[in-house]
Every structure is written in C-alpha cells, then in structure tokens.
C-alpha cells in the first residue's frame, strides 16, 4: 500500500493556469421605423422550393 500523498486545495486555479477572456465583440443598435420594409428586402426571390410537392 503507497502512503498518502499531500495535497494542497487552493481557493481557485493558479494564476498561471488562467487563460485572458476573449475579446467582447462590440455591438451596435439600429432602430427601424418601417420593419416591412426590412422583411420584404429580405425574402428570398428564388423558386427552390415550388419543385417539392409535400
């Protein structure tokens, strides 16, 4: 049988093993007075589904 090993419980990881946070991408707001104008500029123009009869 092999003896207890010591250990040492730290409160959180070492300084050493902390990695930097990513960078916090920067976000902007727009506010948009006629939201069907954004919707209908949009939609797809294309027929891909009109060939699938389900």
């Known amino acids: 049988m092999t003896p207890p090993v010591p250990v040492t419980i730290l409160p959180g990881p070492p300084a050493?093993?902390?990695?930097?946070?990513?960078?916090?991408a920067a976000s902007a707001v727009t506010a948009v007075l006629d939201l069907d104008a954004v919707?209908?500029?949009?939609?797809?123009?294309?027929?891909?589904?009109?060939?699938?009869?389900?």
């Open 16 to 24: 050493s093993a902390r990695r930097a946070a990513p960078p916090i």
């Open 39 to 54: 919707v209908e500029s949009a939609e797809c123009s294309c027929d891909a589904g009109d060939d699938n009869p389900h």
